[in-house]
């Protein structure tokens, strides 16, 4: 079965850290480049990082630069978000996502996990 | 970073009827850079078309995606009730990636 399942969300204070993965299966993973997406509650989607299918390319959306980092391990088929120094406003539901053909991070995206719900409050 | 601007920001129709939504990008985007999502309530988006016009798998065909410069179009023909959620378009030719803030189709 293609799926991707997200998970290491919670409720965590300001400041602290998360580390969110996403486990795929179903398919061959390291063809394809991977991105994160987040939703905060009642809000649009917000690209957040992406990963090249070798990890040689990533990048980091400017909110997040600095603070987050992505990272894959394709001998396990998992993606990583280590989020550091999180803030209030990274309160959101983290989905990872998949590029459709290519694997460079320039396509669409197919394949979305069900997300993770972060929340960032004191 | 491109700016995409999608109108309106809610269309409300009937069952049976034909949506047209929008998506204005603040610079030019190459249409093979240019998605189209679903999403409905508590669901992860769904990839409905790429390139612009490309059907994803599995998409039925009242749904298509066309494009004329910096402005493209999602247009669903006959409105099944399952096609009320909300839409989002999408860049992914350069980065940032970037969305639109979303079209709410709702029951009239």
């Known amino acids: 079965q293609v799926q991707l399942v997200e998970s290491g969300g919670g409720v965590v204070q300001p400041g602290t850290s998360l580390r969110l993965s996403c486990a795929a299966s179903g398919f061959t993973f390291s063809r394809f480049a991977m991105h994160w997406v987040r939703q905060a509650p009642g809000k649009g989607l917000e690209w957040v990082a992406v990963i090249w299918y070798d990890a040689t390319n990533k990048y980091l959306a400017d909110s997040v630069k600095g603070r987050f980092t992505i990272s894959r391990d394709n001998s396990k088929n998992t993606l990583y978000l280590q989020t550091n120094s999180l803030r209030a406003e990274d309160t959101a539901v983290y989905y990872c996502?998949?590029?459709?053909?290519?694997?460079?991070?320039?396509?669409?995206?197919?394949?979305w996990g069900q997300g993770t719900l972060v929340t960032v409050s004191s | 970073e491109i700016v995409l601007t999608q109108s309106p920001g809610t269309l409300s129709l009937s069952p049976g009827e034909r949506a047209t939504l929008s998506c204005r990008a603040s610079q030019s985007v190459d249409s093979i850079y240019l998605a189209w999502y679903q999403q409905r309530p508590g669901q992860a988006p769904r990839l409905l078309i790429y390139a612009a016009s490309n059907r994803a798998p599995g998409i039925p065909d009242r749904f298509s995606g066309g494009d004329s410069g910096t402005d493209f179009t999602l247009t669903i023909t006959r409105l099944e009730p399952e096609d009320f959620a909300v839409y989002y378009c999408q860049q992914y030719g350069s980065s940032p990636w970037t969305f639109g803030q979303g079209t709410k189709v709702e029951v009239k």
């Open positions: 996502a998949r590029a459709l053909f290519d694997s460079s991070g320039f396509d669409a995206f197919d394949l």
